[in-house]
């Protein structure tokens, strides 16, 4: 659905509020037709009839009426709300889904563009709205019920007054197109703003860390000139607006201030009329008028606008659901081929793949080099520009949503924790689950101790995860797909914040809970827990078992070399780090490893020629192939961007 059929559809929803505002209006309206008329009986029929009792009670009845008025103009905003909050959250709605549906979101930074849609151009929509309720609704009912009153009372004036009326407006209607430009400008240049100060703000550390100071404050200087320069062209326009306006709300005065006498003269208007007359222009119509144009010159302009720039961003192409339905659970990738641009090098080039259930895959290669993108293949997100990938026999992406959200899970490496209990992050795919399943889930993947720290299900967590570390937040969201139904699951770098040893237990967890495993790894660990290791590098793609990828793969053997680089100084005391060093959670890994396994120690000596490998479950390591011994502790240098401490983990 488009954003203005959205936007017309939530205010047709509100029908029943909107037959009340239109009862309101005709109350509102009634000081407005018989003002005029009951001035003009005063006179006529009262004071210049040298019956002043009678001149006082028509203007009591005027009073009368006036009162009815503010009676209905009270009602109007009592029934504001009911009409206006519905539309604000129907547009939040669509503001969100279009943010998490972008195709190119900024990445671990907040989105400060989608926010300012949020917080400016929404809320733009709904102070127009009910402006325009309100105040435009009220001039139109004003000025339609005065022109009416002025036809009972003097239609020879009514010629005269139109012609000035129908000018102005005609004039504004030419200052509208320019209007609507400059006041879109605004709006992008208050959304430029916006984002380039979220985006300093959020890489303050770096812009100081690079000293780049100056060309952080020379963008923000640009950014509010652009912003000011904008609005001082608008504010230029809406005084041209209003010079027309006020033309065309005080020109018919004057008209008739110079033809009433005259018309009085000629007994063609009665003294009383001739008063009338000037009370409906001067008192009622000319002021509505001029409220009606300034706010189509404003509020009309700025909805318009905001509703143009919300749809740009928050419209989403109507995407037909798919209809088939998976035998089995087994992934199948046929020649899969996916770049970013048409003129993109290919990511992912040629693929062929197939994983069986109970089958765990790591997914190994340099940062930026595309796992992420294979991952959002795998999962559906993303469409191949060439090759298939299957799901249970059927294209992925031809999987109705519901059922694949139902059977895919993704955890990114970034985890999402909300304000709620812990039971409501944990069950957040499983509702159903009772607390026993929600708490064996947590100690399977290793958060049991958490749960216990944060006292139980029922424990609060605040907003953006707050009183969670970054590490305890990926144990929560491993926790909540174990619980849930997903029987195929990608963990994309989803414990880089945890130790080696919390990250090797919620490997196993989830290999051993069944189902298709995919991890594409933040340490090269992880490919030793594997039963079948993919080598992604832009240039080959490799797939086989460590033993065969070490053996056949040199860029996997060249990642592994890296990986395993002795260093001298924990090889002689075995020492490691207090816990929460290095940038790691305080209290995420332990002392002594699970079983039989290989300490991995601290930075790398460079020198890259090592022939020293982990062993996969036996707690060996070999040099060139042959067994050091088993159960034997060897130590182990990480790669440039890994851990860079010493740990002992059972790899």
Known sequence: ????????????????????????????????????????????????????????????????????????????????????????????????????????????????????????????????????????????????????????VAGALVVPVALPVFFALAAFACLLPSLARRQRALALADEHTAATAGTSLSGVRDIVACDAQPVAALAMYEAVDAQANAAIRVARSSALRALVISLGGFVPLLLALALAPGLVVSGKLTAGAALGALVYLATTMQP???????????????????????????????????????RGIDVRVHGLTFSWGASAEPVVRGLELGLQPGEHLAVV?????????????????????????????????????????????????????????????????????????????????????????????????GHGGEGVSAGEAQLLALARVYASAAQLVILDEATSHLDPVAEARAERAFAARGGVLVVIAHRLSSALRADRVLVVDGRETAVGSHAELVAGSARY???????????????????????????????????????????????????????????????????????????????????????????????
């Not at 209290?587 to 062993?615: K, R």
Request: net charge negative.
């Open 365 to 461: 290669g340099p940062s930026g080099i595309g796992k992420s993108t294979l991952a959002g293949l795998l999962t559906g997100m993303l469409a191949p520009q060439e090759g298939r990938v299957l799901l249970g026999g059927v294209p992925v992406r031809d999987v109705p949503a519901a059922l694949r959200h139902e059977l895919v899970a993704l955890i990114p490496q970034e985890a999402y924790v909300f304000a709620g209990t812990v039971r409501d992050n944990v069950s957040l795919f499983a509702p159903s689950a009772s607390d026993d399943d929600l708490s064996s889930a947590a100690d399977a993947v290793g958060a049991g101790a958490l749960l216990r720290r944060l006292g139980g299900l029922d424990a609060e967590i």
């Open 557 to 651: 053997a060249e990642l592994m070399r890296a990986w395993a680089t002795p260093v001298p100084d924990h090889a002689a005391t075995g020492a490691r780090p207090p816990a929460g060093a290095g940038g790691e959670p305080a209290g995420t890994s332990t002392g002594s490893p699970v079983g039989g396994g290989v300490a991995v120690g601290g930075a790398p000596s460079g020198n890259g020629h090592t022939t020293l490998s982990p062993s996969v479950d036996d707690g060996a390591a070999t040099t060139g192939g042959a067994p050091a011994g088993g159960g034997t502790t060897a130590t182990l240098g990480l790669s440039a961007g890994h851990d860079s401490r010493c740990h002992r983990i059972d790899a």
């Open 1 to 152: 659905m488009s954003l203005r059929r959205l936007y017309w559809s939530a205010l047709a929803g509100q029908w029943r509020g909107g037959v009340v505002l239109l009862a309101c209006s005709l109350l509102e309206g009634v000081p407005a037709f018989f003002s005029g008329r009951l001035v003009e009986l005063s006179v006529d029929r009262g004071f210049a009839a040298g019956d002043p009792a009678a001149g006082l009670g028509w203007l009591a009845l005027f009073g009368l009426t006036a009162v009815l008025g503010a009676f209905g103009a009270r009602m109007v905003w009592r029934q504001l709300g009911t009409v206006v909050e519905p539309l604000r959250d129907a547009l939040v709605t669509a503001v969100v889904r279009g943010v998490l549906h972008d195709d190119s979101p900024p990445r671990n930074r907040p989105d400060s563009s989608g926010v300012a849609r949020i917080t400016q151009h929404v809320e733009v929509v709904r102070d127009a709205t009910a402006g325009l309720l309100v105040e435009a609704r009220g001039m139109l009912v004003t000025t339609t019920s005065a022109l009416a009153g002025l036809m009972t």
């Open 288 to 326: 509505a008028l001029r409220g009606l144009a300034a706010t189509a010159g404003t509020v009309v302009l700025r909805l318009l606008v905001a509703l143009r720039r919300l749809a740009e961003t928050a419209e989403l192409p109507d995407v037909v659901d798919g209809t088939a339905t998976p």
